[in-house]
């Protein structure tokens, strides 16, 4: 168990719909990322947040935003959805909002999947 | 954008032969992590290397880090069931905008 939990663990929609995912990182983490696995497919860098404010942005869509929250939960919201947004998404929590100071603890993902 | 490559994509061997994935980046890495992501699991980190040329080694795991900060390797000595995953690199960038960018992975395979 790594500490991180994310809710829902499966989520099916249709086309057009909007969903959230929530993630709470582990006790005493201020940095918070979001990847996309697809099938087949390596982690794609999203966003990440430390301590409430956006610091690094990947290849994250129009579509998606995300923001953590004085509790420092975090949610990622995904509208306008597409046949393609299906994928797992993983949501990661570090102490240190640097890359190279250390691992990233994930959490066991949220499955999307969009008919 | 900064890519991290990573070869093979697949790998599958009998139960007691080594393994070797590569991970290759085109610009100097400020350090490489490596995670292990079983079946219908989430990634679980593994470790991290910083020093040029660094090795680190867990059991029958053995990291290296390249001189030029621009590749790494992760080798296993007899594979057993257990090994069975995907594995992970993910290089740190250096200056500007920090990131972790993963390469693919390569999906390891264990007959026994």
């Known amino acids: 168990d790594s500490g991180v939990t994310q809710t829902p663990k499966h989520l099916i929609t249709a086309t057009g719909q909007r969903v959230t995912l929530r993630c709470s990182p582990r006790?005493?983490?201020?940095?918070v990322y979001w990847y996309q696995q697809s099938l087949d497919q390596g982690l794609q860098f999203l966003i990440q947040?430390?301590?409430?404010?956006?610091?690094a942005k990947g290849n994250i869509l129009e579509r998606f935003s995300a923001q953590q929250f004085p509790d420092l939960h975090s949610e990622l919201n995904l509208s306008s959805l597409e046949l393609g947004d299906s994928a797992l998404y993983f949501c990661?929590?570090?102490?240190?909002?640097?890359?190279?100071?250390?691992?990233?603890?994930f959490g066991e993902g949220s499955r999307l999947t969009v008919l | 954008g900064q890519q991290v490559m990573q070869i093979p994509q697949y790998q599958h061997v009998q139960e007691g032969e080594d393994f070797t994935t590569y991970c290759n980046s085109s610009?100097?890495?400020?350090?490489i992590q490596w995670y292990k992501q079983r079946p219908g699991g989430h990634p679980v980190f593994l470790i991290q290397?910083?020093?040029?040329?660094e090795v680190k080694k867990q059991k029958r795991l053995t990291f290296q880090f390249g001189e030029a900060k621009k590749n790494s390797s992760l080798h296993i000595t007899a594979t057993q069931t257990t090994d069975v995953g995907t594995y992970f690199c993910?290089?740190?960038?250096?200056?500007?905008?920090?990131?972790?960018?993963f390469g693919k992975g390569t999906k390891l395979t264990v007959n026994p």
């Open positions: 290397l910083v020093k040029s040329g």
């Open positions: 006790s005493g983490d201020l940095s």
């Open positions: 993910a290089g740190g960038t250096q200056g500007g905008s920090e990131k972790l960018v």
């Open positions: 990661a929590s570090s102490v240190d909002p640097r890359w190279n100071t250390g691992e990233l603890f």
């Open positions: 610009t100097t890495l400020s350090n």
């Open positions: 947040y430390y301590n409430g404010e956006e610091r």
